[in-house]
């Protein structure tokens, strides 16, 4: 596991904490070289999570936290965002390309985080929060075998 | 998020300058609709050239913005959209529901 690029963040649920989350990700993401229009997506679609953990999960009580983990997982990105909310159904979600949709102002966050992440997934955090998992696959990732195999041969 | 509101003839233009997303651009850029609607502008053209990003709270605002104004009897059009915000609200088919242009003039001119 390449630790240089993990991170653990615990951020108050105000929507501000949003960008020191964002100064940490943007330095980690270009020190994974990722091509500028990824990293711009990937930032949007972490966005998207905490503001759904910070106003739908926490319901911005700034005494709940968002916890957020970042790390390189074989050849991907795996971003956890962790609310400490009372859970999600994401099967009840409406189809903002929906006609009748297309014209509410809001409904579009998980959207987004689907169209530019490569997968994203809910659950239940240990605490019974929603858990959202965040993967993008990274190109030319260094993987734990060939990192090993690096090491190895120093 | 800063709004700079200016008129051009009978145009209000509202310039947004940096982020549009959740918790202060998203509420600039309303209080700036509520606030140039309740002036009577009937022809708005948001000028998008300096929005940096923009979240699902941004263009959810843009949407109320639009409905707004056309439950007025007023128009909305946007011009100088960045290439990730015509990204952002083309997988959304937002790009369908908004007249945009390429310039702040063909804008302007759009409305007479």
Redesign the interface.
């Known amino acids: 596991m390449p630790e240089e690029y993990r991170f653990h963040l615990a951020i108050g649920s105000r929507f501000e904490n949003i960008e020191l989350v964002q100064v940490v990700l943007r330095d980690c993401l270009e020190r994974l070289g990722m091509e500028e229009d990824t990293r711009h997506w990937v930032d949007v679609a972490v966005r998207e999570a905490l503001a759904n953990a910070i106003k739908h999960g926490n319901e911005q009580n700034p005494s709940k936290q968002v916890h957020v983990d970042l790390a390189v997982e074989e050849d991907e990105l795996v971003i956890r965002v962790e609310d400490e909310g009372g859970g999600f159904d994401p099967a009840h979600l409406g189809d903002p390309l929906a006609p009748e949709n297309l014209l509410r102002p809001n409904g579009r966050g998980i959207f987004y985080m689907k169209s530019f992440m490569d997968t994203i997934q809910y659950g239940s955090g240990p605490g019974g929060g929603t858990l959202v998992t965040l993967r993008k696959r990274i190109p030319g990732a260094k993987t734990d075998s060939s990192q090993d195999q690096e090491e190895g041969t120093e | 998020m800063n709004v700079n509101v200016r008129q051009s003839g009978d145009v209000t233009i509202l310039d947004l300058k940096g982020r549009i997303?959740?918790?202060?651009g998203d509420v600039a850029l309303r209080n700036a609709i509520h606030e140039v609607m309740n002036k009577g502008a009937q022809k708005v053209l948001i000028n998008m050239a300096d929005v940096s990003?923009i979240?699902?709270?941004g263009?959810?605002?843009l949407?109320?913005a639009?409905?707004t104004a056309t439950n007025r009897g007023a128009k909305l059009k946007l011009a100088n959209l960045p290439a990730?915000v015509t990204d952002?609200l083309t997988?959304?088919?937002?790009i369908t529901?908004f007249d945009v242009y390429d310039s702040e003039a063909e804008g302007v001119s759009s409305f007479s």
Do not use: P, R
């Open positions: 997303t959740i918790g202060s990003t979240d699902s709270s263009i959810g605002e949407v109320s639009y409905t990730k952002i997988i959304t088919q937002l529901v």
